[in-house]
């Protein structure tokens, strides 16, 4: 079936580093991509999405392409901030019976220390 | 614009008791209205979803059911808590569209079961 795998956490950075978090995913046609964040005691916002290959989703400095020949999605920032800290989870969509379901990543926490 | 409630925020109940978490949206009519439990390390399981009134598909069997009794209004429920049922519980909201439609997520409920 459909999943998602993403790079296991934590992962601990210093304010202006770069970041990136692996994910890559298994699905059958061509999903779209998406990577969802999720502040401390809050639920999911969506931070970027791509919908076809070599689509490049942006958003708050984050970047993400959809690579079809290596079934990535990789997230990347070039200077995160201490308010970045927050769990990312990076997630495909599939349609089934007249829905439109999300497939998670099981997350990645990270911290950004000043 | 479109708004999404969930309550209540935190609860904590005793094994073997009821549970009842409600989640409604507003401003959109005949959304796609989804139940997510994230359990810690485990990452963000789909759980419920739904397509209207009264339709419900289970993407798990567990101790758990849900209800959508009006439109914009969909219940998780159990008669009988668990020590696992323990978790994060997040509702969402889309639009099917036919294309990279997002979904939105409500603030969620702590659910812990003692």
């Known amino acids: 079936g459909d999943s998602v795998t993403q790079m296991e956490g934590p992962v601990t950075l210093s304010e202006e580093a770069f970041l ?4 890559t995913y298994t699905a059958t046609g061509y999903p779209s991509l998406f990577w969802y964040v999720q502040y401390p005691g809050e639920g999911l916002q969506l931070l970027l999405k791509a919908t076809k290959a070599d689509d490049k989703g ?3 400095g984050f970047e993400a392409t959809y690579r079809k020949e290596t079934t990535s999605f990789h997230l990347e920032k070039g200077s995160v901030q201490v308010s970045d800290s927050a769990v990312y989870f990076c997630a495909l969509k599939k349609t089934q019976g007249g829905s439109e379901k999300l497939v998670f990543g099981k997350g990645t926490k990270l911290t950004v220390n000043p | ?4 409630h969930q309550w209540p925020a935190t609860l904590v109940q005793p094994v073997g008791s009821p549970l009842s978490l409600e989640c409604t949206v507003e401003g959109t009519s005949n959304p796609n209205l989804y139940w997510y439990r994230q359990a810690a390390g485990r990452g963000l399981q789909l759980l419920f979803y739904s397509v209207g009134i009264g339709q419900i598909s289970s993407e798990v069997p567990q ?3 849900a209800s959508r009794p009006q439109d914009r209004q969909f219940i998780l429920s159990s008669k009988k808590l668990l020590l696992s049922d323990s978790g994060f519980y997040l ?6 569209s036919g294309g990279a439609e997002t ?3 409500g603030p969620g409920t702590r659910l812990l079961v003692l």
């Open chain 1, 20 to 23: 990136t978090i692996n994910c």
């Open chain 2, 91 to 96: 509702c969402a909201w889309s639009l099917f």
């Open chain 2, 1 to 4: 614009s479109q708004t999404i």
């Open chain 2, 103 to 105: 979904q939105y997520f």
């Open chain 2, 63 to 65: 101790n758990l059911s």
């Open chain 1, 58 to 60: 942006s958003n708050k």
